[in-house]
């Protein structure tokens, strides 16, 4: 098993421009989340999604969007890419709330926005 | 919203020595994980707790979850240069609207051959 991929790995992105983060899990999870990393912080909730159709948002959704059409993606959009914007972004999934196995996270995406 | 404090920041030790490191929070928490994270690397889980009291291990890695769910320590005995990243516990509530990881800030754990 894979278990969570996000694609790209790095990405420089321009003032103003927009692109999405890809997010793909295949261990049937019904929960999935987008975190931001800053350097010297934890991680923090973008927006996160109990079951395909259903999203909702975290502690720091400005500036991004999600949605969830199938079980096992779950692709973040940032429509007009600002500097505050610079961070590492992981992808995580969990069976379901309180799971015995925590959370699965991907290997993330390093964006820098000039 | 829900904080937790994380200490310490980081840690410089010799290789074989023993590492503790611990959080708190002012909100109680259902259950308390305690992830790794390798350069380059999202956060891999170590140890995970769910009843307040509970003493867990994973090798040289012993996890408590405080009386009083507000707070955990982790420990790592005989520390490896493999030990190097960073640490981080969560903590999570289950069962309302939001269930999410809050994490804290992480302790950079640097090991001396």
């Known amino acids: 098993n894979a278990g969570v991929t996000q694609t790209p790995k790095f990405r420089i992105l321009k003032i103003g421009q927009s692109m999405t983060l890809q997010c793909t899990q295949d261990?049937?999870?019904?929960?999935m989340y987008w975190y931001r990393q800053d350097p010297g912080m934890g991680l923090k909730l973008i927006y996160y999604?109990?079951?395909?159709?259903?999203?909702d948002k975290g502690e720091v959704p400005n500036g991004y969007n999600v949605s969830r059409s199938t079980t096992e993606d779950f692709p973040l959009r940032l429509e007009l890419a600002a500097p505050s914007q610079t961070s590492v972004y992981f992808c995580a999934s969990s069976s379901r709330q309180g799971t015995l196995d925590g959370y699965t996270f991907g290997s993330g995406t390093r964006l820098t926005v000039v | 919203g829900q904080q937790l404090n994380q200490s310490p920041q980081s840690m410089f030790i010799q290789e074989g020595e023993d590492v503790s490191m611990n959080c708190t929070s002012s909100?109680?928490?259902?259950?308390w994980l305690w992830y790794k994270q390798e350069p380059g690397e999202g956060p891999v889980l170590l140890i995970a707790?769910?009843?307040?009291?509970e003493l867990t291990s994973n090798g040289r890695l012993t996890a408590q979850f405080g009386i009083t769910r507000k707070d955990s320590f982790l420990n790592i005995s005989a520390s490896i240069p493999s030990d190097v990243g960073i640490y981080f516990c969560?903590?999570?509530?289950?069962?309302?609207?939001?269930?999410?990881?809050?994490f804290g800030k992480g302790t950079k754990l640097s090991v001396k051959p």
């Open positions: 261990m049937n999870h019904n929960y």
């Open positions: 707790l769910y009843k307040a009291g």
């Open positions: 909100s109680i928490f259902n259950t």
């Open positions: 999604s109990v079951g395909a159709g259903i999203t």
């Open positions: 969560a903590g999570e509530n289950y069962g309302g609207s939001q269930g999410n990881l809050i």
